[in-house]
């Protein structure tokens, strides 16, 4: 199983940008997916959930109302749309993907100049 993270890169402060998570050589429908990213010095911060359903999603606070997560499970796609990106944003994206068992990226970097 393979997940791969995508979307990142450098934008200005109040920008947006879009992530996508997918996962090969499993069936992807049934699995959920979590976004965490790296905090530093306080380590993995978990941001978003998705079902495998798509209608169940939930956010971390410091997040929630800025970032929307959804998913296309015929593109076997999730996406985390990041609008009115801050500098404190800034940081390594990561992908967990499963149902009984986990399987994690590796990363993709986000950076917001201020």
């Known amino acids: 199983v393979q997940v791969v993270e995508s979307g990142g890169g450098l934008v200005q402060a109040g920008g947006s940008l879009t992530l996508s998570c997918t996962a090969s050589d499993i069936q992807f429908d049934i699995l959920t997916i979590d976004w965490y990213r790296h905090a530093p010095g306080k380590g993995l911060e978990w941001i978003s959930y998705i079902n495998s359903d798509g209608d169940r999603t939930n956010y971390a606070e410091s997040v929630s109302g800025r970032f929307t997560i959804s998913r296309d499970n015929a593109k076997r796609t999730v996406y985390l749309q990041m609008n009115r990106l801050k500098p404190e944003d800034t940081t390594v994206y990561y992908c967990?993907?499963?149902?009984?068992?986990?399987?994690w990226g590796q990363g993709t970097q986000v950076t917001v100049s201020s």
């Open positions: 967990r993907a499963g149902a009984t068992t986990y399987y």
